[in-house]
């Protein structure tokens, strides 16, 4: 039996051709970095998977891509450390970012991409910075 959130994305004719591309992206980049997710900790490795489902859904497919390219390599390789004033440091491809932590625990980062700026305008929400947090959050809890 196929999975129901798979068959509803894949097989939707809603999804543009530029939609179709970034998944397409995405599953490239998690067969590529497939020695990184296996070297993860269970529960971190289930958190991805959530969080992968979760992008399907809501049709999140630039988070989607960002978490195989980018938040899976970045635990994996140890590019995050907790920051002195409270949040995280995350050493990006291109930058180095600052996430933030409210009492609510939300998150929020100094980047393009949480904010909708520049070419992801109209298009903010959770970067591979915030993933990458989470991520680290999880980890650290074992």
Same mark, same amino acid.
């Given at each position: 039996?196929?999975?129901?959130?798979?068959?509803?994305?894949?097989?939707?004719? +809603?999804?543009?051709?530029?939609?179709?591309?970034?998944?397409?992206?995405?599953?490239?980049?998690?067969?590529?970095?497939? +020695?990184?997710?296996?070297?993860?900790?269970?529960?971190?490795?289930?958190?991805?998977?959530?969080?992968?489902?979760?992008?399907?859904?809501?049709?999140?497919?630039?988070?989607?891509?960002?978490?195989?390219?980018?938040?899976?390599?970045?635990?994996?390789?140890?590019?995050?450390?907790?920051?002195?004033?409270?949040?995280?440091?995350?050493?990006?491809?291109?930058? +180095?970012?600052?996430?933030?932590?409210?009492?609510?625990?939300?998150?929020?980062?100094?980047? +393009?991409?949480?904010?909708?700026?520049?070419?992801?305008?109209?298009?903010?929400?959770?970067?591979?910075?915030?993933?990458?947090?989470?991520?680290?959050?999880?980890?650290?809890?074992?």
């Amino acid at each position: 039996m196929e999975n129901s959130s798979q068959s509803a994305v894949f097989a939707s004719e +809603d999804l543009s051709p530029e939609d179709r591309a970034v998944v397409g992206q995405a599953w490239e980049f998690a067969y590529h970095h497939s +020695d990184l997710l296996a070297s993860l900790e269970p529960h971190v490795l289930s958190a991805v998977m959530q969080l992968s489902d979760e992008y399907l859904r809501e049709g999140q497919y630039v988070h989607l891509r960002k978490l195989f390219k980018n938040a899976v390599p970045y635990i994996a390789e140890g590019k995050i450390t907790s920051a002195p004033e409270g949040g995280f440091f995350v050493w990006g491809n291109t930058n +180095d970012h600052h996430v933030t932590v409210a009492e609510d625990h939300s998150m929020a980062c100094d980047c +393009d991409l949480f904010h909708g700026r520049g070419k992801f305008e109209d298009n903010a929400g959770d970067c591979s910075h915030i993933q990458t947090a989470t991520l680290f959050s999880l980890a650290a809890e074992q």
